[in-house]
């Protein structure tokens, strides 16, 4: 089993950064790409950012790219969101997900992750 926890959600006003971490325990997630989603009231979940298992690949949706900055650690078993110029749109609950190795379809769907952490809010005031 693998337990993932995110961090560092909270109450920011539109324009500025927020970093949040997701930490895996019970076993580890360094050889699985990990995701990024996020979902608001009344919205789907919806696929935020990816990042390979080896952090050399990153795939990210048009609505954050330029501002959102996947990474991880794997020494540490954590993957980072970093979040600058957000807008009241990127308030969102915010979940970390590990890799579905069986699942071959695309890496922007909820189908691809087995693993989900509980989520962390955004809120973005204007």
């Known amino acids: 089993q693998v337990q993932l926890v995110e961090s560092g959600g909270g109450l920011v006003q539109a324009g500025g950064s927020l970093r949040l971490s997701c930490t895996a325990s019970?076993?580890?997630?360094?050889?699985?790409?990990m995701g990024w989603f996020r979902q608001a009231p009344g919205k789907e979940r919806e696929f935020v950012a990816r990042?390979?298992?080896?952090?050399?690949?990153?795939y990210y949706a048009d609505s954050v790219k330029g501002r959102f900055t996947i990474s991880r650690d794997n020494a540490k078993n954590t993957v980072f969101l970093q979040m600058n110029s957000l807008k009241p749109e990127d308030s969102a609950v915010y979940y970390c997900?590990?890799?579905?190795?069986?699942?071959?379809?695309?890496?922007?769907?909820?189908?691809?992750?087995?693993?989900w952490g509980q989520g962390t809010q955004v809120t973005v005031s204007s």
């Open positions: 990042i390979s298992w080896r952090a050399d690949i990153t």
């Open positions: 997900a590990r890799q579905n190795l069986v699942y071959s379809g695309n890496y922007y769907t909820s189908r691809g992750y087995d693993y």
């Open positions: 019970g076993r580890t997630v360094s050889s699985y790409a």
